[in-house]
């Protein structure tokens, strides 16, 4: 079906990850990038480091949107992997919600289980833990927080063994969720059955990935890297999960990580489906239903990234600095793909405690310091790398003491000036 290289660390796609169809057809092509969470420290000599080519292809028949390699999560998500999801206020906020809605759309009592697949530090859990049980798995050494916290976690893959030592020690779950990882985990079809496996018979499952549809609709090339497998509609998701037996019960759109679609699942007649199944459908029908507008998405992001080039060789002409704010992994593809270096951008912000801090960007010299120093040098422009926030984070970053102007790079370069 896939034909492996012989390093093993990466699988070429020639099958669709959901319906085998072996037709898929070229979108766009953003080069060589390196893994977005492999971050070398400040002061390393620079070594060979590996790239991955990534391309993504479009699926006619079940309209799934993927990337054209798959690499080893091993070299993905390493032990030291950096990314604490309890540090973006943004997805604090959208867990808390989350649990207020499954209280409504799900029966949940104090002596069900729910299972947080990729629970990282056991953000989305803390929401659920004391008023239910709770289980996170995860197999990043980042877990140990969520442990630290009283929140029951397993440091390994979701897979076969891991779920007969659930069923064994904890039972069946009435929750399942898999938020900003349901996309990124190779062989789907049978990561859905073993959440069914798992999955109480009365069980919701309920995912969270970045949307098709918000993709390109704001043009979000940099939510392209390797971890991103597949990207999602909710045409390919109703296929993928009906190709199980689930049936989609509610549908919605949520802010994170620019534009992300949550949908609930559950086997066939437990629930009643939502309206909101129906009318997200037919929004998206136009734009993920065939390849036009797709092929018009990669027009645009070539033209963008001329623009951004354009907007930073007029600032570097006039020996102005730039400090980029922000380090999510988004950044990686963009500074790689747009080929900033640290001769164009001097250094990236992150705020105190993260542990990306003393690291290298991917790709690159630039160096990732604490946002401190962004008030202390003023250098003329930050350079919002976290730029879907850029109207609720430049007037935080001004209100802290930054006196220069804004770059927000996406969808369309341009200099933002509060005064």
């Known amino acids: ?19 085998d169809n072996d037709k898929l057809e070229s979108i766009i092509f953003l080069g060589y990038l390196p893994p977005v969470n492999k971050m070398h420290p400040v002061g390393e000599k620079p070594d060979e480091q590996p790239s991955y080519p990534a391309q993504m292809l479009y ?13 080893d999560p091993k070299i993905l998500f390493p032990a030291e992997y950096p990314y604490t999801s309890s540090t973006t206020k943004i997805l604090r906020e959208n867990f808390a919600e989350m649990y207020e809605e499954c209280k409504i759309i799900v029966n949940l009592r104090k002596e069900d289980l729910v299972i947080d697949i990729g629970s990282n530090d056991g953000n989305l859990l803390s929401n659920f833990k004391g008023n239910h049980k709770v289980l ?23 897979k076969k063994d891991v779920v007969e030592k659930i069923k064994k020690e904890y039972g069946k779950a009435k929750i399942i969720t898999a938020t900003n990882v349901f996309a990124h985990i190779d062989n789907v079809n049978e990561i859905v059955e073993l959440i069914l496996d798992v999955l109480a018979d009365d069980g919701v ?38 190709k199980h037996n689930l049936e989609i019960i509610h549908a919605k759109q ?19 489906a939502k309206g909101t199944v129906t009318k997200l459908l037919e929004k998206e029908k136009n734009v993920v239903v065939g390849k036009e507008k797709l092929l018009e998405f990669k027009d645009k992001v070539v033209v963008s990234k001329l623009e951004l080039n354009s907007l930073l060789l007029d600032i570097k002409k006039q020996r102005k600095k730039i400090y980029g704010v922000g380090a999510p992994s988004r950044a990686s593809t963009l500074i790689n793909y747009v080929g900033i270096d640290e001769g164009i951008m001097d250094y990236v912000m992150e705020i105190k405690g993260s542990h990306k801090i003393g690291k290298y960007v991917p790709g690159t010299l630039i160096p990732v310091v604490e946002e401190s120093k962004l008030y202390e040098d003023q250098p003329e422009y930050a350079l919002l790398l976290s730029w879907h926030i850029a109207e609720e984070l430049a007037p935080k ?19 933002l000036k509060l005064r």
């Open 205 to 242: 499952f309920i995912s969270e990935s970045h949307y098709l549809l918000s993709l390109i609709e704001t043009l979000q090339y940099d939510t392209v890297y390797h971890e991103h497998l597949r990207y999602y509609s909710l045409h390919s998701l109703k296929y993928l999960l009906e």
């Open 59 to 71: 699926c006619p028949k079940c309209h799934l949107v993927q990337l054209g390699l798959i690499v």
């Open 136 to 158: 996170g798995i995860t197999p990043e050494d980042i877990g140990k927080i969520a442990i630290e916290k009283g929140i029951p976690t397993i440091l390994d893959y979701f």
């Open 254 to 272: 949520i802010p994170t990580h620019g534009g992300s679609i949550r949908v609930y699942a559950a086997r066939k007649g437990k629930y009643a």
């Open 1 to 19: 079906m896939k034909k492996t290289y012989e390093t093993g660390s990466s699988v070429v796609v020639e099958r669709c990850q959901i319906c």
């Open 397 to 415: 970053l001004r209100e802290k003491g930054f006196k220069g102007d804004f770059i927000v790079p996406l969808p369309t370069p341009r200099i």
